[in-house]
């Protein structure tokens, strides 16, 4: 199994770094990740066909939870 990671801000942080590298060892993919310790790949450019959640599924579960008229958290979790 390998570990796919995005470039979100909070993501590339050394204690972040750390808890994958416990968990993955060497099977990371993830923007910024430290090149000197030779461990993971770089994230490839352009690659919405490695991860179809990010190019499809949260896209179509946005468009689904917001259709409708929220008007309380309540509403908002029902809808998720």
Same mark, same amino acid.
């Given at each position: /199994?390998? $570990? /796919?990671?995005?470039?979100? @801000? %909070? =993501? %590339? @942080?050394?204690?972040? $770094? =750390? #808890? #994958?590298?416990? =968990? $993955?060892?060497?099977?990371?993919?993830? #923007?910024?990740? *430290?090149? +000197?310790?030779?461990?993971?790949? &770089?994230? %490839? *450019?352009? +690659? *919405? &066909? #490695?991860? %179809?959640?990010? +190019? $499809?599924?949260?896209?179509?579960?946005? &468009?689904?939870?917001?259709?409708?008229n929220t008007q309380s958290i309540e509403d908002l979790k029902t809808a998720i």
């Amino acid at each position: /199994m390998w $570990f /796919m990671q995005d470039g979100a @801000t %909070p =993501h %590339p @942080t050394n204690e972040v $770094f =750390h #808890l #994958l590298e416990e =968990h $993955f060892n060497e099977r990371i993919v993830a #923007l910024g990740y *430290p090149k +000197s310790k030779n461990i993971g790949i &770089d994230w %490839p *450019p352009y +690659s *919405p &066909d #490695l991860n %179809p959640c990010d +190019s $499809f599924l949260w896209g179509y579960i946005k &468009d689904k939870v917001y259709a409708g008229n929220t008007q309380s958290i309540e509403d908002l979790k029902t809808a998720i």
